[in-house]
């Protein structure tokens, strides 16, 4: 279920130049997946200090994740049981698959234009091999998935328009 807001219209405490406002505040969106696993997701146009963040956080009962696009180098891994983790990017530590994308010793940063340029790098190696990569494989999407993506949005902006659930329809 997907929702927007404007926290505040008008405030006549401050001194300010009214402008006209194309965009909301907020957009909070509510989601469950066919196995009955709920998330939810927050986008916000003005959050102060904020140029273009990125934040992931999945909370499990016994572990929890945290990833900031800002802190690229790092994965926050909270216990329940235990003392909490902060790994680095360091790909000695990685997957073979993971670490084919990190060019730099671990401590390095690597970051937003890193994950285009890896990106572009495997649809080009596709390209030349003529054949496109195995789903387990591949580090780009495809456009099956791109346009999964599509349905995802159209099933929000409906959910706004009519303030209910709504199933994603493909």
């Given at each position: 279920?997907?929702?927007?807001?404007?926290?505040?219209?008008?405030?006549?405490?401050?001194?300010?130049?009214?402008?006209?406002?194309?965009?909301?505040?907020?957009?909070?969106?509510?989601?469950?997946?066919?196995?009955?696993?709920?998330?939810?997701?927050?986008?916000?146009?003005?959050?102060?200090?904020?140029?273009?963040?990125?934040?992931?956080?999945?909370?499990?009962?016994?572990?929890?994740?945290?990833?900031?696009?800002?802190?690229?180098?790092?994965?926050?891994?909270?216990?329940?049981?235990?003392?909490?983790?902060?790994?680095?990017?360091?790909?000695?530590?990685?997957?073979?698959?993971?670490?084919a994308s990190a060019h730099f010793p671990g401590g390095h940063n690597e970051g937003w234009p890193d994950a285009f340029k890896n990106m572009m790098l495997s649809f080009y190696q596709a390209v030349r091999a003529g054949e496109m990569p195995s789903a387990s494989s591949r580090r780009f999407a495809s456009f099956?998935?791109?346009?999964?993506?599509?349905?995802?949005?159209?099933?929000?902006?409906?959910?706004?328009?009519?303030?209910?659930?709504?199933?994603?329809?493909?």
């Amino acid at each position: 279920m997907a929702g927007d807001a404007t926290f505040s219209q008008h405030r006549d405490d401050i001194a300010y130049e009214a402008r006209p406002v194309d965009t909301e505040d907020l957009g909070s969106v509510l989601f469950r997946f066919d196995d009955g696993s709920k998330g939810s997701f927050i986008v916000s146009q003005v959050s102060a200090g904020r140029k273009n963040g990125l934040t992931v956080e999945i909370g499990g009962s016994r572990c929890s994740l945290a990833w900031d696009q800002e802190l690229p180098q790092r994965l926050w891994i909270g216990h329940r049981q235990g003392p909490n983790q902060l790994l680095s990017d360091d790909p000695s530590l990685m997957l073979g698959e993971a670490a084919a994308s990190a060019h730099f010793p671990g401590g390095h940063n690597e970051g937003w234009p890193d994950a285009f340029k890896n990106m572009m790098l495997s649809f080009y190696q596709a390209v030349r091999a003529g054949e496109m990569p195995s789903a387990s494989s591949r580090r780009f999407a495809s456009f099956y998935e791109g346009a999964g993506v599509m349905y995802i949005i159209a099933a929000i902006v409906k959910s706004h328009q009519q303030q209910r659930w709504v199933k994603v329809e493909r």
